[in-house]
């Protein structure tokens, strides 16, 4: 009698195990470009990490007059990283070039550094403007 209750329930589990086998194998596709989206956030959350990294490095250099004009632009980038964007200065003699410096990821009513380049894309000044205090 065992037995007879045993097959069927053991042809069960088998076919079940089985058809989860197939919806791994029907999704695996989709399973994997989960996997390199998490990746991917790890690389961001890192990136972002590191930017704020530098900025805070900037603003602490600034504060503390340890940023030197004449400095090349390349040295600039690799104490401090990448700007949030840089644009050409069409209306100045001197200014070639000004690169917005900020935290990563806020965007209003924080403290902002702009940093000038002149026409040897050596830092010519900058600006820091602090964040507006809050009511």
């Given at each position: 009698m065992n037995k007879i209750f045993f097959m069927p329930i053991a042809s069960i589990v088998l076919?079940?195990?089985l058809l989860g086998g197939c919806t791994y194998?029907?999704?695996y596709g989709q399973i994997s470009l989960l996997k390199k989206f998490e990746s991917n956030q790890c690389e961001i959350d890192s990136y972002l990490k590191r930017q704020q990294e530098f900025f805070y490095k900037l603003i602490g250099d600034v504060k503390n007059n340890r940023l030197k004009k004449g400095i090349a632009k390349k040295d600039v980038l690799s104490?401090?990283?990448?700007?949030?964007?840089c644009k050409n200065v069409k209306d100045s003699l001197e200014i070639i070039e000004r690169c917005l410096y900020r935290p990563a990821v806020e965007y209003f009513n924080t403290d902002r550094i702009y940093l000038n380049f002149?026409?040897?894309?050596?830092?010519?000044?900058?600006?820091?403007?602090p964040a507006p205090l809050k009511p």
């Open positions: 076919l079940i195990f194998i029907t999704h104490l401090y990283g990448k700007p949030i964007f002149d026409k040897d894309r050596n830092l010519y000044s900058w600006e820091f403007i």
